[in-house]
């Protein structure tokens, strides 16, 4: 099970922060990251780390998005700086364990021009 919190609104410029949360059985070897879902739009993967090291981030929010995470306690974060308006979507946390993807309830994320 995932639990997504930290959505919002802030106005461009400014930052919020996602967390996620991961509970049950978790394999020590997995990936966490966040994807993102605009209306009318695909989704979209916004960032990923995985246990045993890469990170990963689309090149829409590179040096602007963080993300980072907690292993012991299978928790990820998406720091979200310089946020645009562009940026407004649900986003949704993403748990993927030998190949079987694992969705949390989105978190609505607005951003104010």
């Known amino acids: 099970q995932l639990q997504a919190s930290g959505g919002g609104w802030a106005q461009a410029g400014g930052s919020l922060r996602l967390s996620c949360a991961a509970s049950?059985?978790?394999?020590?070897?997995?990936?966490m990251g966040w994807y993102r879902q605009a209306p009318g739009k695909q989704r979209e993967r916004v960032a990923r780390?995985?246990?045993?090291?890469?990170?990963t981030y689309a090149d829409s929010v590179k040096g602007r998005f963080t993300i980072s995470r907690e292993k012991a306690q299978n928790l990820v974060y998406l720091q979200m700086n310089s946020l645009k308006p562009e940026d407004t979507a649900v986003y949704l946390c993403?748990?993927?364990?030998?190949?079987?993807?694992?969705w949390g309830k989105g978190t609505q994320v607005t951003v104010s021009s």
């Open positions: 049950g059985v978790i394999f020590s070897r997995n990936t």
């Open positions: 993403n748990l993927n364990v030998q190949g079987m993807d694992y």
């Open positions: 780390t995985s246990t045993w090291g890469p990170t």
